[in-house]
DNA sequence: ATATTTCACATACTTAGCGTATGTCAACTC
DNA sequence: GAGTTGACATACGCTAAGTATGTGAAATAT
């Protein structure tokens, strides 16, 4: 029973996977709501049913991606020495993942132009609460110094986040990755009570 | 004599002006440049031939503002006791400069979604420019740990510029400045070689 | 089991705004 | 002073977002 509810939801991931694509290809502004429909045999009148208007079907694409974001995150800090490594571990890895282009052009381009500030984002930023919380256990525990925690972990992000822009778009990322991810263990070393 | 190509500068700089106030007021995507060019006496025939489309005003008025930014970063650093003192108040005057509702939008969220990532705008974003040089001349002075300058640079603007977006974004942005700062202070000090 | 309602989605229409092609008149050239 | 240039205006087409209304299948009521 409740077959609607079910098809519903079915149609609802459709069109997200399509949305995603689109943005990630075209851009949010470019990507048109026809083509996102149509790829997956439905129309604007489906579009506008669930997500309301254009920008509302963006804000479920970008919740959709930062939740995988902030699942890779804890994952890969859990897997550090200690809790300290683990920040670093994050902070890298949401470098490297900031490189993928999908990623840049939805939730680092796009999504702030269009949406406004990300901490605000219903999705709450996961990744922000992610190391937000890692701070704090670092800051109860002594080994950071005794800062606002939402600040050091909005400066981190961000440091983070231009770090993958800067290398994304240099000629050879390769080359200048290694650079991103010291300098940002440098800044984040600054936040240590007693520096290494 | 040649009356024409004063007009032209003249009318470049109004258009500018107002397509200036409108991205700021509506957002670079709301504002029509039928407004843009009626609010100064002119029409989108004017605009076209000037800037040749849409991005192209965006990019001009993008310009403009990062010329006023770099050269108030380099004044305030100016005036520091010492470089590492500049650098520090190069990155805060950069946090208090952001959060004008004028330069977050049209800067730091219209801008990269639109023209792309920052250091390849044609304006070269001056402003990292001026932290770049001030990171080079701490380095080779023993100050700072030995890290890439242009690392070291983007991610002191991308943290700084996350911290204004939080701050203004924020209920209460007067309570949360402070802590902004601090935590950005204490992520540079991270690049110190020998810690305070 | 049939009638009724609901609602997820389709269809049709309106409107806004970007870009372009073409026109025009003042300013420069010769 | 006739010809040319070029900065800008005018007019048009087209794309795409949003909206109002229609429709048919699934849920519910009788």
Redo the contacts with the bound molecule.
Sequence with gaps: ????????A???AKLIVAAREAFADKGY???????I?SAV??????????FG???GLLAAVVDQIDSEMALYAQNVGAQAADEWEGLLAEGTAYIEKALEPEIQRIVLLDGPAVLGDPSQWPSQNSCLQTTKQTVEGLISRGTLKNIDSEAAARLLNGAALNAALWVAASPTPKDVLPHAIEAFQALASGLLKKPV
Tied chains: 1, 2.
């Design positions: 029973m409740n077959k609607r509810i079910e098809k519903m079915e149609n609802r502004s470019a990507a048109s709501m026809d083509d429909t045999g439905l129309t604007r009148g489906a579009l506008y049913h669930n208007d254009k920008r």
